[in-house]
């Protein structure tokens, strides 16, 4: 028996057919492609249902602030000083006048005094103190720190 007839003498009892694998090689490429197209899809449908939820979470931002924007307008035409001497008019309240003012004499005020609010020279007890640590000293503030959480776990 020669070598190629023996070849085909254990393919043929193998059923061995090209024309199958050819066939089961396409099945399987078509199922291949339907299994990454399905996912392909999956992945689409997800991206496009997520930007569809972020437009509408942006729509209702911008009517929230178009609403703010309204609000600090009608707020700011509320407090116009017309409006609030109008209103004042309305609860019964009028100008003074010279006869309706009060004046207080206060023991120890000095009305011509310097303007100053915050002393110009601080006294020596007010200044800040100095700070000399250095990057080391806290590192070391940090280990030590460390070193004692550690050893508080021991007891």
């Known amino acids: 028996?020669?070598?190629?007839?023996w070849l085909q003498h254990a393919l043929a009892q193998r059923g061995f057919q090209?024309?199958?694998?050819?066939?089961?090689?396409?099945?399987?490429?078509?199922?291949?492609?339907?299994?990454?197209?399905?996912?392909?899809l999956s992945q689409v449908a997800?991206?496009?249902t997520?930007?569809?939820?972020?437009e509408e979470l942006i729509a209702v931002r911008d009517r929230l602030e178009r609403t703010n924007e309204q609000l600090r307008a009608e707020i700011a035409a509320l407090e116009t000083v017309p409006r609030l001497l109008a209103r004042a008019r309305e609860l019964g309240f009028r100008q003074a006048t010279a006869n309706d003012i009060e004046?207080?004499?206060?023991?120890?005020?000095?009305?011509?005094?310097d303007r100053s609010v915050?002393?110009?020279?601080?006294?020596a007890e007010d200044a800040p103190p100095v700070?000399?640590?250095t990057?080391?000293?806290?590192?070391?503030?940090q280990f030590d720190a460390l070193r004692r959480q550690f050893e508080s776990f021991g007891r």
């Open 1 to 5: 028996m020669s070598k190629q007839t």
């Open 18 to 40: 090209p024309q199958n694998q050819v066939v089961a090689l396409i099945v399987l490429g078509i199922l291949i492609v339907l299994v990454f197209g399905g996912i392909y």
């Open 46 to 48: 997800n991206f496009a």
């Open 50 to 54: 997520t930007n569809r939820q972020i």
């Open 103 to 113: 004046y207080l004499v206060v023991d120890g005020y000095n009305p011509n005094r």
């Open 118 to 123: 915050v002393p110009l020279v601080a006294a």
């Open 131 to 133: 700070y000399e640590e």
């Open 135 to 141: 990057f080391g000293g806290w590192l070391q503030q």
